[in-house]
């Protein structure tokens, strides 16, 4: 009688393996025998950079870039506004990487940590000639330069691959490293981080780049895999803060808002949720350079020189955040509030500064900027996203407009209380 009991419990609950929760069906997932690294796109060296877009242009080729567009556009109603958003898109990334792979093992695709560039997007090395390329010229809008320059694709009929910036020649402010620490910090559940991420940089920066990037066809951009890889990045360190109950956590509703299950299948698959929620399992072959620097792997991530100008270590900017009024931390940031926090939870850590405060002048003080630069890092609003969008994204209105006022209360609050970004130029 007692191993009947055990057993049902096992069956109803799971198994636990070092105090993990790990539901029925996951257990017998293997391990992964060997783990590839994902990078920013930015640390990558110029032969890894060489050996991607190789790949990339190899897919293109034989019309896969076609293909994943598509695909993502057929089933881009049930994907977007529920549960599935995180889970497909990893599946989804994970199998364009293994095309990619075909053409060349060794390829990892990268992930582009947009948050750095959030003030001025346009003006991000990524959307240079060397990485991606940048805003489209002509008439019709078409890419130039970068992997995907003088792209014809084929689908949702013959065109060039478009681009246009939605402030004309720059791009209006995405989300900044404070908001996005803030979303990792506060969401207790997964339903909470699918809707603060998706309903924040996601669209931000689909609509920032406009054009092709606008659509669900928005795969047939190389833009769209770097900008859901680093996506996925942040849901694989929230997952990390707290394995053993975030690992296969998978709450919130499905497209038909019943209630979702890891037991549901991937849509237009017949992969169980659980099968994707555990990396370095199954297919989920990877980790992320962030990953392994938190375990301790100090050669993980690739070290920015300060700025010139900068004499002594500039302060941490967990040091800089900490300093808000602890009615402001507590609302905001809750793991700074009661300690150091997790450096998974946290992107200030994460991200080195391109330039400080005031970088034209060689006297920073990031605690006092001069008194004619009030308004020096001041952090600016985030855009909204139009009505239509959400409506395309199958979310909610009510539930993307409740985001964006936490969001602008957010950097009122933080610039009331006289904090000065550092990520600001």
């Avoid at 890894?48 to 897919?59: D, L």
């Avoid at 709450?251 to 555990?278: E, H, L």
């Avoid at 009510?398 to 602008?408: F, G, P």
């Amino acid at each position: 009688m007692k191993f009947l009991k055990i057993a049902f419990g096992l069956a109803l609950f799971g198994t636990r393996v070092n105090c993990m929760a790990v539901p029925p069906g996951a257990e017998s997932v293997p391990v992964c025998k060997q783990i590839g690294v994902r990078k920013e796109v930015r640390s990558l060296t110029a032969t890894e950079w060489q050996a991607y877009a190789n790949a990339v242009a190899a897919a293109y080729n034989d019309k896969w870039i076609d293909w994943f567009g598509f695909y993502h556009s057929v089933v881009a109603d049930t994907v977007h506004g529920s549960s599935q958003f995180l889970v497909f898109h990893r599946h989804f990334i994970n199998s364009y990487e293994d095309i990619l792979q075909r053409y060349n093992p060794a390829v990892m695709v990268p992930y582009w940590n947009m948050m750095i560039d959030f003030q001025n997007p346009a003006n991000s090395a990524v959307l240079g000639s060397k990485y991606l390329g940048g805003n489209g010229v002509g008439a019709k809008g078409c890419v130039s330069s970068g992997v995907a320059g003088a792209w014809t694709l084929a689908y949702p009929k013959n065109h060039c691959l478009g681009r246009a910036y939605n402030n004309g020649t720059t791009i209006s402010p995405w989300y900044s490293p404070e908001y996005v620490t803030s979303v990792l910090q506060r969401s207790d559940t997964y339903a909470d981080l699918r809707a603060g991420i998706e309903n924040s940089v996601h669209g931000a920066v689909h609509l920032g780049l406009n054009g092709d990037m606008s659509t669900m066809h928005s795969p047939t951009d190389p833009v769209f895999f770097l900008h859901h890889v680093n996506i996925d990045r942040l849901y694989a360190q929230w997952q990390a803060v707290k394995p053993a109950t975030r690992t296969y956590m998978y709450d919130g509703v499905d497209s038909k808002n019943a209630p979702a299950t890891v037991n549901d299948f991937i849509t237009g698959t017949s992969t169980p949720v659980y099968q994707v929620m555990r990396l370095g399992y199954g297919n989920m072959c990877y980790t992320y350079d962030t990953i392994k620097a938190a375990n301790g792997d100090a050669s993980a991530l690739v070290k920015r020189q300060p700025h010139k100008c900068i004499k002594r270590p500039s302060p941490a900017t967990q040091q800089i955040i900490k300093q808000l009024p602890p009615k402001v931390l507590a609302q905001f940031y809750p793991a700074f509030a009661n300690g150091p926090g997790h450096p998974l939870e946290n992107e200030m850590v994460a991200i080195s500064p391109l330039q400080p405060m005031a970088a034209d002048a060689c006297a920073v003080d990031f605690k006092a900027p001069p008194p004619n630069e009030n308004m020096r890092g001041k952090m600016p609003f985030p855009s909204g996203l139009p009505d239509d969008w959400i409506k395309m994204q199958g979310s909610s209105v009510a539930e993307v407009r409740a985001l964006e006022k936490s969001a602008y209360d957010m950097v009122e609050a933080l610039n009331k209380a006289n904090y000065l970004s550092p990520y600001m130029v």
